[in-house]
């Protein structure tokens, strides 16, 4: 916990989730005259317990995420050179995010941290409130609890996912009077997957006990202690096969495949690869829209290079059917400011069609393309090279590949079909970075750059400093 967080958590943000949990018991279908919305200002510790209570506070977790989604694809999809945001009335979305090194930490370029960190403390208030609840049984409480540290650990995953080399805090405590230090980033990493594996083992607890909250539909199939178990199972091996790229190799290899064993993944030739979790959105009053859809976000727009880099089938006609299904061409747009600033691009995304699209948290093609990359990892060349043509003839009908020549043809035909089956749903630019491939994103003008990292906000900088004197071992990395 950071003491922008425990100290600065003004009423804009407590409004701004009790927004979120409204809406998104709005959206679950819990009856509103039941509704007794927490101050997520305070600690829910010591607030009376019940099951409406539960749902609100369950809701909030949901709704702070959802919230913090629609901008993690747009801003790693800028660094990734996957998308461009050309809104007229804001050259900021192209200036301070391609062409101001080092990136401004007091503005746009400092997302996905205050949010987070907001909502991995209020999943620790969570497992902290129903400890001496009555209101439920071990079971269910088990429940609660293997939700809330699943939840809390996909929120550092995107924190150390955008800061990298940056490190972060791991420790939540919404009492604590000073911030909390940085770790390094194979820490977070550990943490989270620990968290992962408590989150599992609490699930498993639960036995065939419901949850006594309802989840979004987002989650549907997902939605018991033992089917959410396959989820959180698909998370701890995604992070685990990062891990495996950055350092830990065979061991976290080897444990992410255990990990897929226990998910949802489905290789059969008829199983959905859309299968997943997902964020919701709806039209309702009240409620969020996605931010990133075409109506929402109308200047959102695919980089240029998605179609010159697309393979093509057989017969050499037709590109990538991912790329043919997820992109479509539009009248050339311009940058804000013109060529000075930017490329025209005539490529538009075609993968969130309207207000209420969801956006995938994690679904069966990227299980399969992890189960793949674990498998490069370990030298089971043939065993990834199945996963890797089962996709590209599903997803992409491409001729399949004969052979790899080396792990590193393996990694090249591993990131193509991450990049076309996972297209703008948040992963290029960190799938860049594990591979120390940053240099390949293209610069489109001299005056761009390359991003390794988003920095630690501004705010969080001077919090520390109020303490930094007795304590500097508290700066955060990059802050004066």
């Known amino acids: 916990m950071t003491t922008t967080l425990v100290h600065h958590f003004g009423q804009q943000s407590t409004r701004r989730l009790v927004g979120a949990a409204v809406a998104l018991i709005a959206l679950i279908g819990c009856n509103a005259d039941r509704l007794s919305i927490p101050n997520f200002n305070e600690s829910l510790v010591d607030q009376p317990a019940d099951r409406a209570l539960l749902q609100n506070a369950v809701s909030g977790i949901l709704g702070e995420q959802r919230v913090n ?30 062409a101001t090194f080092p990136l401004d930490n007091s503005g746009f370029t400092n997302g996905q941290w205050d949010g987070r960190f907001r909502n991995m403390r209020n999943a620790v208030n969570v497992i902290r409130q129903v400890a001496p609840a009555t209101f439920i049984n071990e079971a ?30 791991t420790t939540i405590d919404s ?23 408590q989150a599992a083992t609490q699930l498993t607890s639960a036995g065939t006990a419901a949850f006594p909250f309802r989840l979004t539909t987002g989650f549907a199939g997902f939605d018991t202690p033992a089917t959410f178990l396959q989820f959180n199972r698909a998370l701890a091996a995604r992070v685990l096969v990062y891990r495996g790229s950055l350092g830990c190799g065979a061991t976290c290899y080897t444990q992410a495949l255990t ?38 976000a109308p200047d959102q727009l695919a980089h240029p290079s998605i179609r010159p880099d697309a393979q093509r089938q057989a017969g050499g006609v037709l590109l990538d059917n991912r790329f043919i299904t997820k992109v479509r061409t539009i009248p050339t747009r311009n940058a804000p400011g013109g060529i000075a600033v930017g490329i025209p691009t005539d490529v538009d995304f ?24 674990a498998n490069i990892g370990l030298g ?22 004969a052979a790899f020549a080396s792990p590193t043809a393996a990694i090249d035909a591993l990131l193509y079909e991450r990049r076309y089956s996972l297209l703008w749903e948040g992963h290029r630019w960190f799938d860049l970075r594990r591979y120390d491939r940053i240099g390949t994103i293209p610069l489109d003008i001299p005056t761009h750059f390359r991003v390794r990292v988003m920095p630690v906000p501004q705010a969080e900088c001077l919090a520390r400093q109020l303490v930094i004197g007795a304590q500097p071992a508290l700066r955060a990395p990059g802050c004066p």
């Open 140 to 169: 269910e409480k088990n429940a609660v609890r293997g939700f809330a540290n699943t939840m809390r650990a996909l929120d550092l995953f995107y924190v150390i996912a955008t800061r990298d080399s940056l490190g972060a805090p």
């Open 350 to 373: 075609n993968l969130y069609i309207d207000q209420t699209t969801p956006i995938p948290i994690i679904r069966n093609e990227e299980l399969i393309l992890l189960r793949a990359e």
């Open 175 to 197: 009492l604590a009077p000073t911030p909390q230090a940085f770790v390094n980033r194979d820490s977070v990493y550990r943490f989270i997957s620990a968290t992962l594996d």
């Open 259 to 296: 990990a897929l064993s226990a998910s949802f993944l489905n290789a059969a030739p008829t199983a959905d690869l859309r299968r997943g979790v997902y964020h919701v959105f709806s039209a309702s009053s009240g409620d969020l829209l996605n931010g990133i859809s075409r109506q929402t």
């Open 69 to 98: 989604m629609a901008g993690l694809v747009s801003n790693v999809g800028i660094f990734g050179r996957e998308s461009y945001n050309y809104t007229s009335s804001e050259p900021r979305n192209i200036t301070l995010f391609l």
């Open 380 to 401: 089971l060349l043939p065993a990834a090279l199945t996963d890797i043509n089962d996709i590209r003839a599903r997803a992409g009908s491409l001729p399949p590949i």
